[in-house]
C-alpha cells in the first residue's frame, strides 16, 4: 500500500453519425469511435492472481452491466462472477490471503463513505466488516505474513480523524490500533504489521514523520520538513523494521526516495532525479525488499534496484510497446500480472511465469478499441509568459492537416497532481470527433519537484491559469489551432478552471464545459469533507487564505461577465464539491442572462462513476462542443437522451 499518496487521493480527481463538414477527415480514418467504447465500462480489467496461484480475479460487468469481481481457474474458462454489487460497479478490490476470499471498498452513490466489505468465493456471502454508519473506511496495511488480518483507518471516534483498527477477517472484530492525535493524515505498519509510523501535517502545512518502538511505546519526531517542500511522506518500513523509505525533497528539488534509520535519523539517498520526483516503489510481497522505484517523466519509467526483477523487466520489455507495470503476484513470487499502457492501445494484461520467462495474454481492458485508429498523445513544452519552462501533452486527430483546427483544452483536477502519457478516453474521443488536444501540466501540478509545486501557491485563478493561455497561444502560433475555436474543459479544479477560463478571461474561450467545479474558493472550504481537517493546512498554504483574496480568485464574482456558453455538470452527492457550487454559478448566470447548461445526477458524487451517467453527460457535452466548434457528432443514443431529460436542469 502506498500511505504517500493517501491524503493526495481525497484531495484529487472517475450508432448514427453525423459529420459537419467544418472538420475534413481521410475516408480511412473517418470512423467514430462509439462513447460507449470509450466510456463504458470495461469488458475485463485489474486481473489479479491469487495468493496461492491457482486463480485469477478481475472486474468485469455482469449481466447488468455492473462492475463486479469475477473468479476463474488459472488455464481455464470457468469465469464466475462472485460479487454482487446492483448499482455503482465494483473499482477496486483485493485478494485475501486465504485465497478464499476477496475484499473490496464501496460507498453509496458517491458520497465517499467507503466501507469495506468482504466476498467468501464459496458461498457468494458478502459482509461489511466496517459496518458504522456514516464512516470512510480506508485499507491502511495488508501483508500476507497476517492473512487474517487488516488493518484499516476509520474515522468512527470523531468523523475529522482517522483512527487505525485492527480487523480480524475471520471472526468480523473490529479493534482499535493506533488513536489519532488531530494532525495524523497517513499511517504505515511495519514489517510485523504493526502501526509503527505516522505522518502528520503541521500547522503551516509542513510535515512530521512520528515513529515509534511498539505499540506500547510513545511516539516521536523522526523528520521534519517545511511546507515549501513537495508532497512527500512514507512509503514503507524496511525488511528489518528498521528504516523507513521516504520520499522528500528536503536538501534537493525534487522528491527523493531516502532510507532513513529509525533509531539514529540517519538518511541514505536510494533514489532521485534533479527534476522529477519520485512517483511510487516497488516491493516484494515476501520479502518486503525493495525492488524499484518509479519516476514520471514525459513518460512514465522505473529504475529497477533487484537485478533479479531487472532481468524479467527486460524480457517483458520485448513482449509488446507500452510501459510495464507488475499489478499482481502470487504468495511465491513465482508468478506475476503484468500491465502494459501506451498511448494509442487498450490496455493489455499478461501473466507471466519467473522461471520459464513466458509471458501470456490475459486480456486488453477494451478490446473493441483495437478496431480504431487510434491519435499519439505528444509530450510537449512551452515557455509561459514569465519564462517558466511549462510541459504537457498534444494529442491531434488521426488524417487530419495539423492547421487550424478547433481545440479542446482538457484541464487536469487536483491541482496537486499533472497529467501522465497513456492511453485517455477524454483525448481519444475529442481527437477522433476532429479537436485537437492541450493537456497542459500548469504549475502547481505535481510531479516536477518543489520549485514547479510551489509556484502554484496562492495562484489559483492566477499565473495557473495563464499558463493555460499561454499554452493555447504556443498552439495557436504553431499554425495548429484556429484561436477562435478553443474550448475549455475539465473536472474538479479542471472545473474550477474552466470557470476562471470563461469569467476572467471572457474572450479568450469559445465555450467552457465545467464538471463538479468550485465557484466559490470560500464556500468549498466551508463544506469540504470533515475528515480533511488533517490537510486543511496544505490548501491555506497553496490555496490561499483570507475572505477577500479568495473572493477575488473566485468565478461566481465575476459570472456577469461571461459571454461563452457554458455546460456545468455535477454529482448531487458530492462531499468534495458541495452541489452548491455549481447551483450558485448558474443562478448568478441566470440572473444575468447568460447561456448555460445544467446536468445534475442524484446518483453521483465527484464525477461520474456509473457508465451510463458518464455516456449521456459526455453525449450532451459531444453536442455542445460541436455547437461552437463544429467537430463531429455521434447523435443521443434513445437512452441518453431519456436519462438527460431527467437529470437537465430547467
Same mark, same amino acid.
Given at each position: 500500500m502506498n500511505r504517500r499518496h493517501a491524503w493526495l487521493a481525497l484531495v484529487c480527481l472517475l450508432t448514427v453519425?453525423?459529420?459537419?463538414?467544418?472538420?475534413?477527415?481521410?475516408?480511412?480514418?473517418?470512423?467514430?469511435?462509439?462513447?460507449?467504447?470509450?466510456?463504458g465500462n470495461p469488458e475485463r480489467t485489474s486481473p489479479r492472481i491469487s495468493p496461492d496461484g491457482a486463480r485469477l480475479?478481475?472486474?468485469?460487468?455482469?449481466?447488468?452491466?455492473?462492475?463486479?469481481? %469475477? *473468479?476463474?481457474?488459472?488455464?481455464?474458462?470457468?469465469?464466475?462472477?462472485?460479487?454482487?454489487?446492483?448499482?455503482?460497479g465494483i473499482?477496486?478490490?483485493? %485478494?485475501?490471503?486465504?485465497?478464499?476470499?476477496?475484499?473490496?471498498?464501496?460507498?453509496?452513490?458517491?458520497?465517499?463513505? %467507503?466501507?469495506l466489505y468482504q466476498t467468501d468465493l464459496k458461498t457468494k456471502m458478502t459482509r461489511d466488516l466496517t459496518p458504522f454508519e456514516g464512516i470512510q473506511a480506508q485499507v491502511a496495511e495488508y501483508f500476507q505474513q497476517f492473512p487474517d488480518t487488516i488493518l484499516a483507518a476509520l474515522n468512527v471516534r470523531d468523523r475529522r480523524f482517522h483512527d487505525v483498527y485492527r480487523i480480524n477477517l475471520k471472526t468480523g472484530a473490529v479493534e482499535m490500533e493506533a488513536e489519532n492525535p488531530g494532525d495524523v493524515a497517513g499511517w504505515?505498519?511495519?514489517?510485523?504489521?504493526?502501526?509503527?509510523?505516522?505522518?502528520?501535517?503541521?500547522p503551516d502545512g509542513g510535515t512530521i514523520i512520528r515513529v515509534r518502538g511498539d505499540e506500547k511505546s510513545p511516539w516521536r519526531e523522526l523528520m521534519k520538513w517545511g511546507p515549501d517542500e513537495t508532497l512527500g511522506g512514507v512509503f514503507a518500513f524496511s525488511p528489518d523494521n528498521r528504516s523507513l523509505w521516504v520520499g522528500t525533497s528536503v536538501g534537493a528539488n525534487a522528491t527523493q526516495l531516502l532510507e532513513v534509520d529509525v533509531d539514529t535519523g540517519k538518511t541514505k539517498v536510494v533514489a532521485g532525479d534533479p527534476q522529477y520526483d519520485v512517483d511510487d516503489v516497488m516491493i516484494n510481497n515476501k520479502t518486503h525488499a525493495l525492488e524499484g522505484v518509479s519516476f514520471i517523466r514525459s513518460?512514465?519509467? %522505473?529504475?529497477?534496484?533487484?537485478?533479479?526483477?531487472?532481468?524479467?523487466?527486460?524480457?517483458?520489455?520485448? *513482449?509488446?510497446?507500452?510501459?510495464v507495470s507488475v499489478v499482481g503476484r502470487d504468495r511465491d513470487d513465482k508468478n506475476w500480472v503484468?500491465?502494459?499502457?501506451?498511448?494509442?492501445?487498450?490496455?493489455?494484461?499478461?501473466?507471466?511465469?519467473?522461471?520459464?520467462?513466458?509471458?501470456?495474454?490475459?486480456?486488453?481492458?477494451?478490446?473493441?478499441?483495437?478496431?480504431?485508429?487510434?491519435?499519439?498523445?505528444?509530450?510537449?513544452?512551452?515557455?509561459?509568459?514569465?519564462?517558466?519552462?511549462i510541459y504537457g501533452y498534444l494529442t491531434l486527430p488521426v488524417g487530419v492537416e495539423p492547421k487550424n483546427l478547433p481545440m479542446v483544452m482538457w484541464v487536469h483536477g487536483g491541482p496537486w497532481a499533472r497529467d501522465v502519457w497513456g492511453l485517455s478516453s477524454y483525448a481519444q474521443w475529442f481527437a477522433n470527433r476532429g479537436y485537437a488536444v492541450l493537456q497542459v501540466n500548469f504549475r502547481g501540478s505535481t510531479g516536477y519537484g518543489k520549485k514547479y509545486l510551489n509556484a502554484g501557491d496562492r495562484e489559483w485563478g492566477g499565473t495557473m491559469h495563464t499558463d493555460l493561455l499561454d499554452g493555447k497561444e504556443w498552439a495557436v502560433k504553431r499554425g495548429v489551432v484556429n484561436a477562435d475555436k478553443v474550448c475549455i474543459m475539465g473536472g474538479s479544479y479542471g472545473g474550477y478552471a474552466t470557470l476562471v477560463g470563461v469569467t476572467f478571461t471572457p474572450d479568450a474561450f469559445a465555450c467552457g464545459v465545467d464538471i463538479v467545479g468550485p465557484s466559490n474558493l470560500?464556500?468549498?472550504?466551508?463544506t469540504i469533507p470533515p475528515y480533511w481537517a488533517t490537510i486543511k493546512a496544505v490548501f491555506d498554504k497553496r490555496m490561499g487564505t483570507g475572505e477577500e483574496f479568495l473572493n477575488s480568485r473566485s468565478p461566481l464574482f465575476k459570472a456577469d461577465r461571461i459571454k461563452a456558453p457554458l455546460l456545468i455538470g455535477q454529482g448531487a452527492n458530492d462531499p468534495r464539491v458541495n452541489k452548491a457550487e455549481s447551483d450558485q454559478i448558474v443562478a448568478a448566470m441566470k440572473k444575468n442572462h447568460k447561456p448555460v447548461e445544467y446536468i445534475v445526477f442524484p446518483d453521483e458524487g465527484h464525477g461520474f462513476a456509473r457508465p451510463e451517467n458518464r455516456e449521456a453527460f459526455n453525449a450532451a457535452a459531444e453536442t455542445f462542443l460541436a455547437k461552437t466548434l463544429g467537430g463531429r457528432v455521434q447523435p443521443p443514443t434513445e437512452q441518453e437522451a431519456k436519462l438527460l431529460e431527467q437529470v437537465t436542469q430547467k
Open positions: 453519425v453525423q459529420v459537419l463538414p467544418a472538420v475534413a477527415q481521410t475516408a480511412a480514418d473517418n470512423v467514430v469511435i462509439p462513447r460507449k467504447v470509450l466510456f480475479a478481475y472486474l468485469a460487468p455482469d449481466s447488468k452491466g455492473v462492475l463486479n469481481v %469475477w *473468479v476463474r481457474s488459472v488455464g481455464k474458462t470457468d469465469d464466475e462472477v462472485v460479487t454482487s454489487d446492483k448499482k455503482r473499482r477496486s478490490f483485493l %485478494w485475501q490471503f486465504d485465497s478464499q476470499h476477496v475484499l473490496y471498498i464501496q460507498d453509496r452513490d458517491g458520497d465517499e463513505n %467507503w466501507h504505515t505498519a511495519d514489517n510485523n504489521l504493526r502501526v509503527r509510523g505516522a505522518q502528520a501535517t503541521t513518460k512514465p519509467q %522505473w529504475a529497477l534496484l533487484d537485478k533479479s526483477v531487472a532481468a524479467d523487466f527486460e524480457v517483458l520489455s520485448k *513482449v509488446r510497446d507500452g510501459v503484468v500491465r502494459y499502457v501506451s498511448d494509442r492501445a487498450p490496455v493489455y494484461f499478461y501473466s507471466y511465469d519467473r522461471a520459464s520467462k513466458k509471458a501470456t495474454l490475459l486480456f486488453s481492458n477494451q478490446p473493441k478499441l483495437e478496431g480504431y485508429k487510434l491519435a499519439a498523445m505528444e509530450p510537449i513544452s512551452f515557455k509561459a509568459r514569465d519564462g517558466m519552462e470560500n464556500t468549498l472550504l466551508k
